[in-house]
């Protein structure tokens, strides 16, 4: 029983630490501190990268915070983009294009949402004609 618990603590531990890490992904600054420093082209940690792939599974998806990390995950498989993060305006530009995405994104959302409690609103009926307390 003892067993089984350490390996279910365990299980959750690294669940939590791969969760933490690949939401990491996102973030392009991380990515260019990954690159200059070396880990980006260590074999282990591509195999690594590699590895996360499963992260794109809707089981596991529905737990990120920050879905982009699934895009960046992607693109880390390709040596060119591993090899371009090393420059600091590379990661500079993917950060703002991001802010751009997520600017247009909260505006397209925003809209979404005030047209849709528009039509979710019921009709206002005209007052019927002539006014009854009168009569």
């Not at 029983?1 to 933490?20: D, G, P, W």
């Not at 809209?111 to 009854?132: D, I, S």
């Amino acid at each position: 029983v003892t067993q089984i618990m350490e390996h279910s603590e365990q299980a959750r531990n690294r669940f939590q630490s791969e969760l933490e890490f690949i939401q990491c992904l996102a973030n392009p600054n991380y990515l260019n501190f990954l690159a200059q420093r070396g880990f980006l082209r260590e074999r282990p940690f591509i195999n690594y990268l590699k590895y996360l792939l499963y992260w794109k599974e809707p089981e596991y998806a529905k737990f990120l915070k920050y879905p982009h990390c699934l895009h960046m995950l992607e693109l880390l498989q390709y040596e060119h983009f591993r090899k371009e993060l090393v420059n600091a305006q590379c990661a500079k530009f993917i950060d703002e294009q991001q802010l751009l995405h997520w600017q247009h994104y909260s505006r397209k959302r925003t809209r979404l949402q005030q047209a849709l409690a528009e039509q979710q609103q019921p009709q206002q009926q005209p007052p019927p004609h002539g006014n009854a307390a009168t009569k």
